[in-house]
């Protein structure tokens, strides 16, 4: 199994078995001018669309395709509705679900306050104690998870 940097400059090798020491030294150099520079990177929303992504963004995919490469996407996290309203507090989510009526749910989530449009944000901070509200970046509206759920998966 390929470290973070290894796994960067695998994904930039023209073979991903074989890497080459100038594409690890360019990973490695690549990370570390993110985080010299952490304190000058200013995050404006998801930018993985555009045709120059931030570095955050960029970094933020990467961190994605590692977890996916480590884990293999045959093996799936399962967490419970608390770690998912955790997550959702500090950014987007892909997750899956069984709804209570046996539906499987996929979503991509957020109470990342910045990811919701401003005409969608909540205008009171109530919570609801049978469910966990969640804004859906695909279907781009609220929707909910009732507490009886309890396997959810990180996808």
């Known amino acids: 199994m390929y470290s973070f940097i290894e796994y960067i400059a695998a994904i930039e090798s023209k073979n991903f078995n074989t890497i080459d020491e100038e594409k690890i030294e360019w990973a490695r150099n690549f ?12 995050h404006k929303g998801d930018c993985t669309n555009d045709n120059y992504p931030c570095n955050l963004c960029v970094l933020e995919g990467m961190l994605i395709e590692y977890r996916r490469y480590v884990f293999n996407i045959n093996n799936k996290i399962m967490i419970n509705i608390e770690e998912l309203r955790k997550l959702l507090k500090f950014g987007k989510i892909s997750f899956e679900y069984t709804k209570n009526n046996g539906d499987l749910r996929k979503a991509i989530g957020t109470l990342q306050p910045e990811l919701i449009p401003e005409s969608m944000k909540p205008k009171d901070s109530s919570t609801q104690i049978s469910t966990l509200r969640y804004f859906d970046l695909d279907k781009n509206e609220w929707r909910s998870i009732s507490k009886n759920i309890k396997e959810i998966t990180i996808i």
């Open 31 to 42: 990370v570390q001018s993110i985080i010299d520079n952490l304190d000058k990177e200013v």
